[in-house]
């Protein structure tokens, strides 16, 4: 047992305790095995694409707004406080956090929708496209770089973070990291951080690239309940840097994420006591999520979603962006299904590998091939921010 095991809970996540890797023999020195797992992740190609793939202001180059990269660092960062707090397993956490953006196509939802029509258009049996499920194909499969194995060969706790939703129908063709989605029950404690760090990181940092790309204004995010307490905090400081907006807006903005992980640490700590939860198996078979907001916090972070998606992911300028980007999608798929000559004579296996090499891509790779094969169509030529 690593030393730092002892100071767990009892129904957090340990190393010592995993349900193994798929292949057998792989053993380390000096590092936990979930630590291992993080670093394998790291070292992927998979994540350094990130570093190339944007959420919100797709396409977009320069250091103005997040990618994929810098928000999965975000989730870790957020994720990890809370875990420490809660005395849950960090190495985990931080491992789910770092790879659950892996499977995203390039241009976030707008790729994953338009690649997911495609799939379903070309042979409805496909399954389509989802990027959690391609997240797990990475990490299993895609990623060849170890002698002797396909994949990263992580533990079975990663693994079924990793896999945050699945069909009923399609989950027993992963095994036992997707029984819940067949049988009922919930992933570790540190899945469930991770997926609530998510939310709350892209939920804070939306608003913070709205504020820049100025297509919202602070005045509208005063009006919101969850920045209530954070304002009236900044704004009774009598300090002379009230002046400088974008120190003030970046203040009111942090001290939103932290009473939103306090919320959680608290009303999460509550919830172990209520649902008398002792042990791993305890939270596997619960028939709740135990990680959660107080329902105060839910209710804000409901208005505050539903004014991004007002605000923000419907605004015109974005759409504009949006629907350029699939039809990027549409027509890469077409070039990729007619051009692979690969030796599948399996229809759905054909198709999954295009989807694997248009999830694959980054935007910039995206937008380049994109502009090399169909230079009629101008999708990207007005810089909208
Ligand atoms: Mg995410």
């Not at 954070?230 to 300090?239: G, I, M, N, P």
């Amino acid at each position: 047992m690593f030393d730092a095991e002892c100071t767990l809970a009892p129904y957090a996540c340990k190393s010592s305790e995993t349900k193994g890797r798929l292949f057998k023999g792989d053993k380390t020195l000096g590092r936990s095995e979930f630590q291992r797992d993080r670093d394998r992740i790291i070292h992927s190609g998979a994540f350094r694409k990130l570093m190339y793939k944007t959420q919100v202001f797709i396409g977009h180059e320069g250091d103005l707004f997040r990618t994929r990269l810098t928000h999965s660092i975000e989730v870790a960062q957020i994720a990890r406080a809370s875990s420490r707090r809660l005395s849950l397993n960090e190495d985990l956490t931080e491992a789910l956090c770092l790879a659950h953006d892996l499977g995203h196509t390039p241009f976030g939802h707008a790729g994953q929708t338009a690649l997911n029509r495609c799939l379903k258009a070309m042979n409805p049996k496909s399954n389509g496209f989802e990027h959690n499920i391609q997240s797990l194909r990475i990490i299993d499969k895609l990623e060849k770089k170890y002698l002797g194995y396909d994949g990263l060969n992580l533990c079975f706790e990663t693994r079924e973070g990793v896999l945050k939703r699945c069909s009923r129908k399609i989950a027993p063709k992963f095994g036992a990291v997707a029984d819940r989605f067949v049988f009922g029950g919930q992933p570790s404690l540190e899945a469930q951080i991770s997926n609530i760090a998510d939310e709350i990181a892209y939920n804070h940092h939306d608003l913070d690239d709205g504020l820049r790309s100025g297509l919202i204004t602070i005045e509208e995010i005063l009006g919101l309940k969850a920045a209530e307490n954070a304002a009236k905090e900044v704004l009774s400081l009598r300090s002379p840097e009230l002046m400088d907006k974008s120190r003030v807006n970046a203040e009111i903005i942090r001290r939103m994420v932290s009473s939103q992980i306090d919320d959680l640490v608290s009303q999460t700590k509550e919830n172990v006591l209520s649902s008398a939860v002792t042990s791993l198996t305890d939270v596997r078979s619960s028939a709740n999520q135990i990680v959660s907001f107080s329902p105060k916090a839910k209710e804000n972070v409901r208005e505050l979603k539903s004014f991004l998606m007002r605000r923000l992911y419907k605004n015109p300028k974005v759409r504009a962006l949006t629907d350029a980007a699939e039809i990027v999608i549409e027509d890469l798929f077409s070039l990729f299904f007619n051009e692979d000559n690969s030796d599948d004579t399996d229809p759905i296996k054909h198709l999954r590998s295009v989807a694997d090499k248009i999830a694959g891509l980054t935007d910039s790779s995206a937008v380049k091939l994109h502009k090399q094969f169909f230079p009629d169509k101008d999708l990207w030529q007005d810089p909208l921010f």
